[in-house]
């Protein structure tokens, strides 16, 4: 009697399986680069933009506390006794004003080494971190200035009738009109430093 002979097939390794999740894996990682290379594309280009901003509001405000630094003006009249003249160091507020916004100058270029940072790593947070909290602090003081100097502006051009505050601006026309530049100068680094606090809460938020 023959013996029937069962055959046992035996199926191959699971190499197929192996090197299919090693290609999933692969695959998984070559997008996560595309994505993060993506993002910090992104990110390179605001930082590049934030260092722009900064440069430029430098020259802002610069300009600005010069301006109001060298603002002073002497009438053609004067008396034997009296003499009028009109000049930044006869109202404190201008003179906290070119402080002010000579400190935030100097903050501007203490803070550029920090946004070059941020270009050269564009997925740090620390160094972005950094700058948003310094400029949301130094936004402060150069709003607190402008305003403060507005404000004396504000009456050197109209004055007073309630408080026979006389506009002054009629005979000292230059110096109101050196002032007036300051402060608007100084508004545009305002602007400047709002733009800067969007771009790093922009990138913090997507980081």
């Known amino acids: 009697m023959a013996k029937e ?7 191959e390794p699971s190499t197929m399986t192996k090197s299919t999740s090693h290609v999933v894996v692969d695959e998984k990682k070559k997008k996560g680069f595309v994505v993060a290379t993506a993002g ?77 940072v941020t270009i050269i790593r564009p997925l740090a947070a620390a160094p972005r971190l950094i700058l948003l909290v310094s400029d949301t602090v130094v ?19 109209n004055g007073n009738p309630n408080t ?6 009629q005979q000292f026309g230059d110096f109101c009109q050196a002032v007036s530049s300051a402060v608007v100068a100084a508004s545009i680094a305002v602007v400047f430093f709002i733009v800067l606090i969007v771009i790093s809460a922009i990138v913090l938020k997507r980081h």
């Open 5 to 11: 002979s069962t055959t046992i097939e035996v199926g």
């Open 40 to 116: 910090g594309g992104y990110k390179r280009g605001l930082a590049i933009f934030d260092f722009l901003l900064r440069l430029a509001a430098i020259v802002t405000t610069i300009t600005a506390s010069s301006v109001m630094y060298t603002a002073e003006e002497t009438l053609p009249f004067f008396t034997q006794f009296l003499q009028f003249q009109a000049g930044y160091d006869d109202f404190a507020t201008f003179q906290f004003f070119v402080i002010a916004i000579a400190m935030v100058a100097s903050y501007l270029v203490l803070s550029l080494p920090f946004s070059i």
């Open 139 to 157: 936004v402060t003081l150069t709003t607190s200035a402008v305003a403060a100097a507005a404000a004396i502006v504000y009456l050197a051009h």
């Open 164 to 169: 026979n505050w006389l506009p002054i601006c």
